[in-house]
């Protein structure tokens, strides 16, 4: 297990990083999770033995549910708080309340705390905002962020799910205000779904924020289980929960490369998908998440996988997006200057 730098930090995470939306299984979150308490510790326990220093969850998992059995499954495990990287996530539906989501004040204050007493801990390592509140000034949300920071119950602030002006709007209050600012993104990134790569990783790059992967095998299409017809075996989260958004028939061309790569190297199809992740230069860290621990132990090993530059190649070719303006105006442009 390699760590890297998260963002404009001192603070290093482990390149993969263990997503607990699994665990609870309430609401919505049922076709995703459901695992009870004695299945968490095991997964836990099995991603902190290989290295995995970083855990990722969520005030709206399962209702909360989620960070209770997070805060729990430490607890049980004995594993020392110090030596971990706990983030969570403020944004979603707590209550039916007119207050009860949302970037406020009011209401992040409010979850902060709750998040805290859920886990059953004194601070968060990583706090970030669950997407945009289009009700709530960014600079409400800024200035909240920063108070809880320098009341020592969070260590850094990120965000998740925003577009690049969202981001770079923040970026910019933040620097003039001298406050806290977003060390990372937590977003949507596959080799089967490469829009981030569009408007977001330049950004990132050029402003040094950290890249937290969800869903690095498109809600489970790169898991090795499905063929061109969508089937799979019973219980399979996309048969279940058809989520996030992909391009299906560019998905399978991709499948039609990595199958018979994963046979060449020993390994399984979603080794090689997060493998990929893993040789992206804006990439810090990617979220894995687990029902079995058979699979999370598969996907530990694609930390072991190396790619020749011919088949990164022959990868980025059968994945690569289509070129839309104004990216393929500022290639043309930019061409001189690159010589």
Same mark, same amino acid.
């Given at each position: 297990?390699k760590?890297?730098?998260?963002?404009n930090?001192? +603070?290093?995470v482990?390149?993969?990083?263990?997503?607990?939306?699994?665990?609870?299984?309430?609401?919505?979150?049922?076709?995703?999770?459901?695992?009870?308490?004695?299945?968490?510790?095991?997964?836990?326990?099995?991603?902190?033995?290989?290295?995995?220093?970083?855990?990722d969850? %969520?005030?709206?998992?399962?209702?909360?549910?989620?960070?209770?059995?997070?805060?729990?499954? &430490?607890?049980n495990?004995?594993?020392?708080?110090?030596?971990?990287?706990?983030?969570? !996530?403020?944004? #979603?539906?707590?209550?039916?309340?007119?207050?009860?989501?949302?970037?406020?004040? $009011?209401?992040?204050?409010?979850?902060?705390? =709750?998040?805290?007493?859920?886990?059953?801990?004194?601070?968060?390592?990583?706090?970030?905002?669950?997407?945009?509140?289009?009700?709530?000034?960014?600079?409400?949300?800024?200035?909240? *962020?920063?108070?809880?920071?320098?009341?020592?119950?969070?260590?850094?602030? #990120?965000?998740?799910? +925003?577009?690049?002006?969202?981001?770079?709007?923040?970026? %910019?209050?933040?620097?003039?205000?001298? &406050?806290?600012?977003?060390?990372? /993104?937590?977003?949507?990134?596959?080799?089967?779904?490469?829009?981030?790569?569009?408007?977001?990783?330049?950004?990132?790059?050029?402003?040094?924020?950290? +890249?937290?992967?969800?869903?690095?095998?498109?809600?489970?299409?790169?898991?090795?289980?499905?063929?061109?017809?969508?089937?799979?075996?019973?219980?399979?989260?996309?048969?279940?929960?058809?989520?996030?958004?992909?391009n299906?028939?560019?998905?399978?061309?991709?499948?039609?490369? /990595?199958?018979?790569?994963?046979?060449? $190297?020993?390994a399984?199809?979603?080794?090689?998908?997060?493998?990929?992740? /893993?040789?992206?230069?804006?990439?810090?860290?990617?979220?894995?998440?687990?029902?079995?621990?058979?699979?999370?132990?598969?996907? *530990?090993?694609?930390?072991?996988?190396?790619?020749? =530059?011919?088949? +990164?190649?022959?990868?980025?070719?059968?994945?690569?997006?289509?070129?839309?303006?104004p990216?393929?105006? *500022?290639?043309?442009?930019?061409?001189?200057?690159? !010589?």
């Amino acid at each position: 297990m390699k760590y890297t730098v998260l963002g404009n930090t001192g +603070l290093k995470v482990s390149e993969l990083c263990l997503g607990t939306m699994t665990f609870g299984g309430k609401g919505i979150w049922t076709a995703i999770g459901g695992l009870e308490q004695a299945a968490a510790d095991e997964l836990m326990k099995k991603a902190t033995e290989g290295g995995i220093n970083f855990i990722d969850t %969520a005030n709206v998992y399962s209702e909360g549910i989620s960070e209770q059995m997070t805060g729990k499954a &430490i607890r049980n495990l004995q594993l020392k708080r110090d030596d971990l990287v706990i983030a969570s !996530k403020v944004r #979603g539906k707590m209550n039916d309340g007119p207050n009860g989501s949302g970037l406020s004040r $009011k209401h992040i204050m409010h979850e902060v705390e =709750a998040s805290l007493k859920r886990l059953n801990m004194d601070y968060i390592d990583l706090y970030q905002i669950h997407g945009y509140d289009e009700l709530t000034p960014i600079e409400e949300t800024l200035e909240t *962020l920063d108070n809880i920071v320098k009341s020592g119950k969070v260590r850094y602030i #990120g965000c998740s799910n +925003l577009a690049a002006w969202h981001v770079m709007k923040a970026a %910019a209050y933040s620097h003039y205000h001298r &406050i806290s600012s977003f060390v990372s /993104l937590q977003a949507y990134y596959t080799i089967a779904g490469r829009e981030l790569e569009r408007e977001l990783v330049p950004l990132l790059k050029d402003q040094n924020i950290g +890249l937290m992967v969800w869903s690095p095998l498109a809600g489970g299409l790169l898991s090795g289980k499905y063929n061109r017809n969508m089937e799979a075996e019973a219980g399979s989260r996309r048969t279940n929960f058809d989520f996030p958004m992909v391009n299906k028939e560019r998905a399978f061309n991709i499948i039609d490369v /990595l199958e018979p790569m994963a046979k060449e $190297k020993q390994a399984s199809v979603a080794q090689l998908a997060i493998a990929w992740l /893993l040789h992206q230069s804006v990439v810090t860290t990617v979220i894995i998440g687990a029902k079995k621990t058979a699979q999370l132990e598969d996907n *530990l090993k694609s930390t072991e996988i190396k790619f020749t =530059a011919e088949e +990164l190649q022959k990868l980025d070719e059968v994945s690569k997006l289509p070129a839309e303006y104004p990216a393929w105006m *500022l290639e043309r442009q930019g061409a001189d200057r690159r !010589k």
